[in-house]
């Protein structure tokens, strides 16, 4: 069954600082979603990407998928407390197929 | 209100009780989701609904954990004989699409069960 890694389990990074969140899937994936859920709270949604190569954007969040679809990166740059949180991937392996998540990366931003 | 919206939001129940936990997605939204979340873990999957169907229960733990969505809309997760391990937060979500989904995974808050 497909599974989803997710590297490193927790950040603790100095505000201002960039930071990288990796994603990892032991298949192919049809979709790879970011999300990002406060202690307590909901998932809230960041970005989906579904094309090899893929990259999006939303205001200082940078997601892109590897070519082979495999493979995904979050960037925060010049990072807020705002940022801090849980990350947490999800993907599903095809059109029709559950979507399962990954055990979340945990980002402490220092003031 | 326009999100997912899961009652009871917070629940203790004695080893042994039966509960229900109720998710009302976003109105005609097709598919609907339910995730056990453990303390510091990411959502396991637990089973999966287009409308009325449900498509995959392969995440149900055992046989004391039962999923309905009988008109395709509101769904109900029962768990029967509650066990101590069964204390988690139980995530819903619903999105639009059916198999021609694609879109963002719609959540609620929640439903924190502890069972003492």
């Known amino acids: 069954s497909q599974e989803l890694e997710q590297s490193p389990q927790s950040l603790i990074v100095q505000e201002g600082k960039n930071l990288t969140i990796n994603c990892t899937s032991s298949?192919?994936?049809?979709?790879l979603y970011w999300y990002k859920q406060k202690y307590g709270e909901g998932l809230i949604f960041l970005m989906m990407?579904?094309?090899?190569?893929e990259e999006k954007s939303h205001e200082k969040i940078t997601a892109k998928l590897d070519e082979k679809k495999q493979q995904s990166s979050l960037h925060i740059t010049a990072s807020q407390p705002s940022h801090a949180g849980t990350y947490l991937c999800?993907?599903?392996?095809?059109?029709?197929?559950?979507?399962?998540f990954g055990k979340g990366t945990r980002l402490h931003i220092l003031p | 209100g326009a999100g997912v919206s899961q009652s009871p939001r917070y629940k203790v129940a004695k080893r042994g009780q039966d509960v229900a936990l109720r998710c009302d997605p976003i109105?005609?939204?097709?598919?609907l989701f339910w995730y056990q979340q453990a303390l510091g873990q990411g959502p396991e999957f637990l089973t999966y609904?287009?409308?009325?169907?449900?498509?995959?229960k392969s995440g149900l733990p055992s046989d004391r954990f039962f999923a309905e969505r009988p008109e395709g809309s509101v769904s109900t997760l029962k768990i029967q004989r509650t066990q101590q391990e069964d204390s988690a937060v139980y995530l819903c979500?619903?999105?639009f699409g059916g198999g021609r989904n694609t879109g963002e995974l719609f959540f609620g808050e929640g439903s924190r069960l502890t069972v003492l």
């Open positions: 979500a619903s999105t």
């Open positions: 298949k192919t994936l049809y979709g």
């Open positions: 990407l579904q094309k090899g190569g």
């Open positions: 999800g993907a599903r392996g095809n059109r029709d197929d559950k979507i399962i």
């Open positions: 109105s005609g939204h097709v598919s």
């Open positions: 609904f287009q409308n009325e169907a449900q498509l995959d």
